[in-house]
């Protein structure tokens, strides 16, 4: 059984305000727990509602460094306080990229003390290691999304049950075949809706999807797994409550949802 709880679904910037309280305001950090592993996907400042496990292994992995997805590492309070490994990858570079990456954020002229010093639990580990550190309780993949600066895709799961999260990826035409061999056997897809399909125009190069784009791609891939579900985050920041729950109505069913801070889904 997997646990996937979204502790934040919001792109670019946090926002507040009541207009925003039924969706939440907080950026990208998905939490998905095995009876084995905890794995954090991002840490949008969402992360600081994350309760890190006290007992199995945790692991951090991050698609990508924009700053909407990296900037609640530091706001954690469990992290603060426990001295327990903690590993971090990426997909996206090696371990030493990745460790420089978030070391530049949070020190310097951006932060008031050098974070990633002081956090000595740690451990940074290239993306091809995890098979072999979690071999028994974990199976993962990535692919490369269509992003500026880049971005990685992740499939995590087991024995069946898979996650896959295809945030925050410019979804064209040529990347459907690649995209949907990736996903086909994920109980749940989390797709980047960031936009509608009429806003596109004015936005290519930005590196989002639509939410128009995500059902689609999602009604070639149910075709061969009819199980699967699939989750649009990454709301626009300006996009209300009543907007989106204006646009739910127009999904096609049950299965395909708007995702809201703090729901979970068991798969």
Known sequence: MITVTFHGVRGSVPVSGKDFATFGGHTTCIEISTPDL???ADTGSGFQNVKIADTGPVMIAYTHFH???????????????????IFVTSALCCSE???NNLQNFFHGAYFPID?????????????????KIFSGILESTSMSLNHP?????????????????LFD??????????LQDFAADASLIVWDGMFLEEELATRRGWG????????????????????????????APSRTDQQLNDLAKQLPNSDTFFAKEN????I
Do not use: W
């Open 97 to 99: 990229i990745l460790r």
């Open 149 to 165: 600066g880049g971005c990685a895709a992740y499939r995590f799961g087991l024995a069946g049950s898979y996650v896959a999260t």
């Open 67 to 85: 700053q909407d997805h990296i900037q609640g590492l530091a706001f954690n309070a469990d992290l603060l306080c426990q001295n327990r490994e």
């Open 208 to 235: 989002h999807s639509s939410v128009e784009g995500g059902v689609q791609f999602f009604a070639n891939t149910r075709r061969n797994n009819k199980s699967s579900k699939l989750a649009i985050m990454h709301h």
């Open 115 to 131: 974070f990633i010093a002081k956090m000595p639990q740690l451990n940074f580990v290239d993306f091809d290691e995890i098979p």
């Open 263 to 266: 729901q979970q889904i068991i």
């Open 38 to 40: 905890q794995i954090i």
């Open 169 to 178: 990826n410019e979804f064209e035409q040529d990347q459907q075949a690649a």
